[in-house]
Structures are given as structure tokens and as C-alpha cells.
């Protein structure tokens, strides 16, 4: 696609559900990031993806959380047992190779409630 | 790890001023830098990036690095208040992510 598609755009969950997050990259971007951004915070790094294979799952921030990436392209974050905590907007990037600075998607922002 | 610090805001310039945004970092080896604005309630958005020592200037911004004092930073010429915005410090070094700074809001006054 033109630009990184994520969705949904909003997502509203009550404490202990499970949400999943879509991310779609640029094609032809090998390379591709999450990072969590909570409310006058700044960008906290996830986990990095190079084709389907993700190197460092160092950041996820606990066992809740988990990602996958399929056919080089579209990747999901999935949180499970959600907590209050984790509300922030969950923010995906794709890059060419890794090697150049990243375009970012629109976000999703989630609320756990 | 690669700790990135930026000079703390918010920052209030006049429209038509110079906003000067300072970004340091603390991994030798970095070897790229970006520099990205984010709007309130926006995602962040790539403006500038610098790969070597000097002066790197597009339109009204300019990008300049020195990495011997591990030092980045960006100027906004001629400001005008659609530049109101926080601006993010990215450093890229020999591995696969780019660690942000916490970012400096300008707030430009007409």
C-alpha cells in the first residue's frame, strides 16, 4: 500500500480481554516495528521484525504480549489478559531494510477499561 | 543501549523566528539520525535525516551533526505556527532499531 495501515484505529476493551493489532507495511518493506507511546510519554520499543523472523523480542514489556509477522507482510501485537496499564497508542512502522528512517502508521489507540 | 536526551521544552518562539532543537546521544557507534514531528494526536512523521558530519538543510529546516560531541540538531528558519508540534530525536547505530528521544514541543506565536 501507499502508507502503513493499522487498525483498528480506536479499540475500547474491558480489563482482562485479549485484543489482537493489525499492522500492514509498505510493500516491499522487509523491516518493521512496533512501539508503545503512552500519554505524554515517549516512544517505547517493542519488538522488531526482519521479513518474518522478529530477533529481538527484548521490549515487549511481558508474557501478555506477543507479535507475529506472516508472508514478510502484515504483522499483528496481541495482548492478552489486557490490563489498565497497558491503555496507550500502539504505533507500527515499516522501514525498506532497517537501514533508513522509519514511516510510521496512524496508530492504535487502546484503552483498557 | 543508546540513551537519547533532548533539550527540555516546551519551547516558545515568535512566528518568522529560529527554533533550535538540541538532541544528544550516548552511543558512539550511532551512525544514523532522524529527526520527526509528531502533531497532537498524530503518529510521527520523518522530516530530516543525517548520516554524516555538517550541515544538511531542506527548506526551512536544517539538520546538523557532530559526532565527535555525539550532538544533533535541527533549525526551523522563518517558524511559522504550523510548525507547532513536538519534534522527535532518532539514533540508528550498527543494530536494527532507532531509540527516540522523550521529543521538545515548539509552540510558535503569531
Given amino acids: 500500500g501507499a502508507g502503513v495501515s493499522q487498525s483498528p484505529s480506536n479499540k475500547v476493551t474491558e480489563k482482562g480481554k485479549d485484543v489482537e493489532l493489525r499492522c500492514d507495511p509498505i510493500s516491499g518493506h522487509t523491516a518493521l516495528y512496533w512501539y508503545r507511546q503512552s500519554l505524554g510519554q515517549g516512544l517505547e520499543f517493542l519488538i522488531y521484525f526482519q521479513g518474518n523472523s522478529a530477533p529481538d523480542k527484548s521490549g515487549l514489556p511481558s508474557d501478555r504480549f506477543s507479535a507475529e509477522r506472516t508472508g514478510g507482510s502484515v504483522s499483528t501485537l496481541t495482548i492478552q489478559r489486557t490490563q489498565q496499564e497497558d491503555s496507550a497508542v500502539y504505533l507500527c512502522a515499516s522501514s525498506l531494510d532497517g537501514n533508513y528512517g522509519y514511516t510510521f502508521g496512524s496508530g492504535t489507540r487502546l484503552t483498557v477499561v | 543501549q543508546k540513551e537519547v536526551e533532548q533539550n527540555s521544552g516546551p519551547l516558545s518562539v515568535p512566528e518568522g523566528a529560529i527554533a533550535s ?22 503518529s510521527p512523521e520523518l522530516i530530516m535525516s543525517i548520516y554524516s558530519n555538517g550541515d544538511k538543510e531542506d527548506g526551512r529546516f536544517t539538520a546538523q551533526l557532530n559526532k565527535a560531541s555525539q550532538y544533533v540538531s535541527l533549525l526551523i528558519r522563518d517558524s511559522q505556527p504550523s510548525d507547532s508540534a513536538t519534534y522527535l530525536c532518532a539514533v540508528k547505530g550498527n543494530d536494527y532499531k532507532l531509540s527516540f528521544g522523550a521529543g521538545t514541543t515548539v509552540t510558535v506565536r503569531a
Fill in chain 2, 21 to 42: 532543537l538540541n538532541c544528544t546521544y550516548s552511543d558512539r557507534v550511532s551512525q544514523s539520525f532522524f529527526w520527526y514531528r509528531q502533531y497532537s494526536g498524530k
